[in-house]
């Protein structure tokens, strides 16, 4: 699957953003998804992915209780609602698709078939 990610841009801290995945593959319902983050001069790392069905989800600790992920497969489109952002959530984001990944794996980068190019984020204090 191909996929384009969007809604980036600059906020200040406590703002909200939603970025947009969305995919041009008719199988996008057989993928779990997930979203990643990477900050300058640091590595990729995992934000939260959501398994194909929709039915379960998985965040890292540092975006629990502020970041959503959700998917709509009717319109091939995962999303992710940031909400209180930080500072430390300036990073290029980025989606990527794992076909049929279960919720356990998809903390992994490695198990992803499909990248996104990313989207600027930028939280300003």
């Known amino acids: 699957v191909q996929l384009q990610a969007s809604g980036g841009g600059l906020v200040q801290a406590g703002g909200s953003l939603r970025l947009s995945c969305v995919s041009s593959?008719?199988?996008?319902?057989?993928?779990?998804m997930g979203w990643f983050r990477q900050a300058p001069g640091k590595e990729r790392e995992f934000v939260a992915a959501?398994?194909?069905?929709?039915?379960?989800?998985d965040y890292a600790d540092s975006v629990k209780g502020r970041f959503t992920i959700s998917r709509d497969n009717a319109k091939n489109v995962v999303y992710l609602q940031m909400n209180s952002l930080k500072p430390e959530d300036t990073a290029v984001y980025s989606c990527a698709a794992a076909y049929y990944g279960s919720i356990r794996s998809l903390m992994m980068k490695d198990v992803y078939d499909s990248w996104g190019q990313g989207t600027l984020v930028t939280v300003s204090s």
């Open positions: 593959g008719r199988t996008f319902r057989r993928y779990g």
């Open positions: 959501i398994d194909w069905s929709g039915s379960s989800t």
